[in-house]
């Protein structure tokens, strides 16, 4: 015979039907999860192999010529006469500010007519390979560049014979506690072996046991550990005290002449504009890729501590590029990097004044141009935006709608084509149910 299904819960005969609804929900969540997850995984997978080029085996060398760019003497905003630096190479680093930099960038090149080595078909030099000088758009050995900057894993012999000697090395690198936070956030979807841990916050469940969950054979693994030691080309999975840290270290300082922080961005480009004899309105901006602050996780003391661990390799770079960063303010001079901030700050103000509708990012849902929208992770839309006054006079309007429009946009203007890229946006629209 039967249990009486009533007298199964006594007292609240209602609590099987909800149990039983509870079970099918959390099976179709399991099930459009492990759908999700198949979906994902297997599209990255084609499509990375779709868009890998053939790397030719025997390329000629070809000496690149000096440069290939128009540089007249003008007088700096010191007062001295100089030349301004032209050909750069920016390793862009992820979750880092690094988008706002690009469109300085790109804005920059405009100006001067400048020539970019710009990938094929997508946004990247097919991260995470290691950049090939094939992976440029329509490269042939001796042609001439003058910057290249899209997201690479740098290899620095590559990169030294695509363009000039006299090439200034640019990169900036943020605070690994909050890069981690923030690469969490926006590629741990793309990550498989996060898709087990349990819980509402997963980042706080993954940082009590990171080596529970983490697979360094796992695909994008890279993404969830020292992102940016991998970033320029070196071991993320290295000991803290391998020698082969230290060495990676000095090979990157030896090969870049600035090295900017994200925590101190305004102070970095005034010594990008003295470095490079750039002027004041060359380093205008707004803030891209910002995400909404509900979005960013709260983290406890102790969490910083387990993300500084986890990320030791990220932390010791970047311990040692903020001390070389403060001898270069301290020889510029504090209160003069005081003065040059604020006046940076207050002509930044003056533009957000004149091209931003309310003077202030939106959510992304309050965006009304299409074409203003910036590329968000899978699963939501995080990723705030701008929205172009309708009142902006005529000598201000190109420029406005330059410094606010994303990279995806800005890519396009230049003639990029990214139908990679937009495959897989098209992609993750659909399986983002």
Not at 66 to 81: E, I, N, V
Not at 183 to 198: D, E, G, K, N, Q
Not at 221 to 243: I, R, T, V
């Amino acid at each position: 015979m039967q249990p009486d299904k009533w007298h199964l819960f006594p007292g609240n005969p209602c609590m099987c039907w909800t149990m039983a609804g509870k079970q099918r929900r959390n099976w179709k969540s399991m099930c459009k999860s492990l759908v999700l997850g198949v979906l994902v995984t297997s599209c990255m997978m084609l499509l990375y192999c779709l868009s890998m080029p053939q790397v030719p085996l025997n390329m000629p060398e070809v000496p690149v010529p000096y440069s290939c760019a128009h540089r007249p003497s003008q007088p700096a905003s010191t007062g001295r006469m100089c030349t301004p630096q032209v050909d750069i190479m920016f390793m862009k680093t992820h979750k880092s500010a690094s988008s706002t930099f690009l469109n300085i960038l790109f804005r920059f090149g405009e100006k001067h007519r400048l020539r970019f080595a710009f990938p094929d078909s997508r946004n990247d030099f097919f991260y995470p390979a290691f950049f090939q000088r094939s992976h440029v758009k329509d490269y042939k050995p001796g042609m001439c560049f003058n910057i290249i900057c899209n997201h690479m894993r740098f290899n620095a012999d590559e990169v030294a014979k695509l363009l000039p000697l006299d090439t200034s090395y640019i990169t900036i690198l943020r605070d690994p506690v909050e890069l981690f936070e923030s690469s969490f956030h926006y590629f741990s979807r793309l990550v498989p072996f996060t898709w087990r841990i349990p819980g509402d916050d997963k980042l706080a469940e993954f940082l009590h046991d990171p080596r529970h969950y983490f697979d360094p054979e796992g695909f994008n693994a890279f993404y969830l550990k020292n992102l940016l030691f991998f970033d320029f080309g070196q071991d993320n999975m290295l000991e803290l005290d391998d020698p082969r840290v230290d060495e990676g270290i000095k090979s990157i300082t030896k090969r870049f002449h600035l090295v900017m922080l994200k925590e101190y961005f305004e102070e970095s480009l005034i010594l990008l504009k003295d470095a490079l004899c750039w002027e004041m309105e060359d380093l205008l901006f707004f803030k891209l890729n910002t995400r909404k602050g509900s979005t960013v996780s709260k983290l406890t003391p102790y969490l910083r501590a387990r993300a500084l661990e986890w990320n030791a390799l990220d932390w010791k770079l970047y311990q040692h590029f903020n001390k070389t960063f403060w001898k270069k303010v301290d020889v510029y001079g504090r209160q003069r990097m005081a003065e040059d901030v604020a006046k940076l700050r207050r002509r930044n103000a003056e533009m957000a004044a004149t091209c931003i509708e309310e003077g202030h990012a939106v959510d992304a849902s309050s965006i009304q141009q299409t074409d203003m929208q910036p590329w968000q992770p899978i699963g939501e839309k995080s990723i705030m935006g701008y929205n172009l006054k309708k009142d902006i006079d005529e000598a201000h309007m190109k420029l406005c709608r330059k410094m606010l429009m994303p990279e995806l946009q800005y890519l396009t203007e230049f003639g990029v084509s990214l139908w990679i890229t937009k495959l897989w946006g098209h992609i993750r629209y659909i399986i983002n149910w």
